[in-house]
């Protein structure tokens, strides 16, 4: 679709809203737009309004794999509270485990039976071109690590797993931040989600690699 560019007053350019999409969507004078800006195209949409995602659940069972996928997902899914019910008191620990990788995600209160988990990182959501730099840096640093390692024979599971469990926090929480706030248009959001899961996917490869030439009694130098 074309539109025309008017001129208001000596300096201003201006171009008009389709009609049918401002009468779809009940636009009228005064109204806010979202406008977004790339290098050779402006995007207009509606101006969202951030919506408090709650959750209430109850965890019976599970191993911890399981748990660490339930709260993975509402996470994801970018739930903002997620009140946790339980009859087994082990399950409070296994949650506060799952959280180490949930950046944000923390338990403000638990009782016999419950915990309440909030996200407390609204100040850094603003911060995603410089999370997503971090979740590249440090997949490279990942890289660098396990080569020297490797070059010098000297094999140290801890420090790759640091690093890894590092990359998989700021890329969830990356993930998590456009899924929320459909920080790009659709096709966009999928593209980059992708790409992200799919560092993921490296980090853990490298990572089950180190861990087998850890047990082994002789590693060979990298050349």
């Known amino acids: ?102 950046l944000g995600f923390e338990i403000i209160e638990y009782g016999k039976g419950f915990c309440l988990i909030k996200n407390i990182s609204s100040g850094i959501e603003s911060e995603l071109d410089n999370i997503l730099r971090k979740v590249f840096l440090l997949n490279k640093t990942l890289f660098e690590t396990a080569i020297q390692q490797m070059s010098i024979c000297k094999i140290s599971l801890e420090q790759i797993k640091n690093i890894k469990n590092n990359l998989q926090r700021f890329s969830n929480f990356y993930r998590r931040i456009i899924t929320k706030n459909n920080k790009y248009n659709a096709f966009k959001n999928r593209e980059i989600y992708t790409i992200v899961s799919r560092l993921i996917m490296v980090s853990n490869n490298l990572y089950y690699a180190h861990k087998y030439l850890s047990t082994q009694k002789k590693v060979s130098h990298l050349k």
């Open 1 to 102: 679709m074309k539109r025309k560019i008017n001129l208001v007053g000596t300096s201003t350019l201006t171009v008009s809203l389709p009609s049918k999409w401002a009468k779809q969507h009940n636009l009228k004078r005064g109204d806010e737009v979202e406008v977004a800006e790339t290098e050779q195209e402006l995007r207009i949409g509606l101006k969202l309004n951030e919506e408090y995602k709650k959750a209430d659940i109850k965890l019976e069972f599970g191993n911890d794999w399981y748990i660490n996928q339930v709260i993975r997902n509402f996470y994801l899914a970018g739930f903002d509270e997620v009140k946790v019910r339980f009859d087994d008191g082990i399950i409070l620990t296994k949650i506060q485990s799952s959280l180490d990788l949930l």
